[in-house]
């Protein structure tokens, strides 16, 4: 693990020219010894992908843009760059995506939507890249604005539907982007039913997840068309069966409070979200 840190200089080194400010960030985080995770997870990537550059840039940009911005988890505070790598991550490993272009989607996913970078700033980043394609670049702020969720009242029905019409590689990085979410929702409980941390992402995201996934992902044509379809639904399926498996071992009570979430917040059609979550099967 310590040697990963030991060859991020190596492995940025083709890429910093076009992005110093990113290749600095993650000489930080490789020094740091407490960012082994990111480290690891960055490490990862640019040697599965290393004759697929776009990688590369797509990540020191991400670490430029994102930089000082944290994510929670239960154990304090992260560089948000963790969840675009897990999500990146995700894709390469959980999904088994080998292309180049979906994982830099992934760790561009938030890009636009956290008003990081505009549409343009990302295109000239995209044009000044070594043997630049316009096609390329023009399919990539496709994606990463499909990603990018609208201001309310749009709501998750108009999102989800403009992912249905969008390249594949959206709904694949949306995919990911809910695996890694729901993948903490065990260990963020423990703090929502505990002693709260200040910061830590609320319990409604819980019930938000699951309808996501139930209404808009499980069974739905824009998303079983896809080739990892299958890998998609058995993962997310486990991790939230799991999860909910472990609210009613330890907080019973709290099943009753999500139904209640999903049927005034989010209007699902079931009466139970949760019980029919548990009743679906792995395909």
């Known amino acids: 693990m310590f040697m990963n840190a030991l060859h991020i200089p190596i492995l940025i080194k083709p890429y910093a020219p076009l992005c110093p ?51 929670e988890q239960p154990y304090g505070s992260m560089p948000y760059l963790y969840h675009l790598l897990d999500v990146g991550w995700c894709l390469a490993y959980s999904l088994e995506i080998n292309d180049g272009l979906t994982v830099a989607c992934g760790l561009w996913h938030d890009l636009l939507e956290d008003q990081k970078a505009t549409p343009l700033e990302v295109r000239d980043f995209l044009s000044s890249l070594p043997g630049a394609d316009p096609e390329q670049t023009e399919k990539i702020i496709q994606i990463i604005q499909t990603l990018a969720r609208p201001a309310e009242p749009a709501g998750a029905k108009f999102y989800y539907e403009h992912l249905s019409q969008a390249p594949s590689e959206a709904r694949l990085v949306k995919a990911a982007d809910l695996i890694c979410n729901t993948a903490s929702l065990k260990a963020h409980a423990r703090n ?9 992402p609320q319990p409604h995201l819980i019930a938000k997840y699951i309808i996501e996934s139930d209404q808009y992902l499980f069974n739905q044509p824009a998303f079983c068309s896809l080739e990892r379809y299958p890998l998609i639904h058995n993962t997310l399926l ?46």
């Open 21 to 71: 400010e990113g290749a600095n960030v993650m000489l930080e985080l490789a020094r740091d010894l407490g960012q082994r995770l990111v480290v690891d997870m960055a490490y990862d990537l640019l040697t599965r992908f290393n004759d697929q550059p776009l990688v590369g840039y797509a990540l020191l940009l991400a670490a430029a843009r994102h930089q000082g911005q944290t994510y």
């Open 192 to 200: 929502w039913f505990g002693t709260p941390i200040v910061g830590t």
């Open 238 to 283: 486990g991790i939230l069966q799991d999860f909910l498996t472990y609210l009613e071992k330890e907080t019973p009570a709290q099943i009753g409070l999500l139904d209640q979430l999903a049927l005034k917040r989010y209007r699902t059609g079931f009466r139970s979200p949760a019980f029919h979550i548990k009743r679906l099967k792995p395909i």
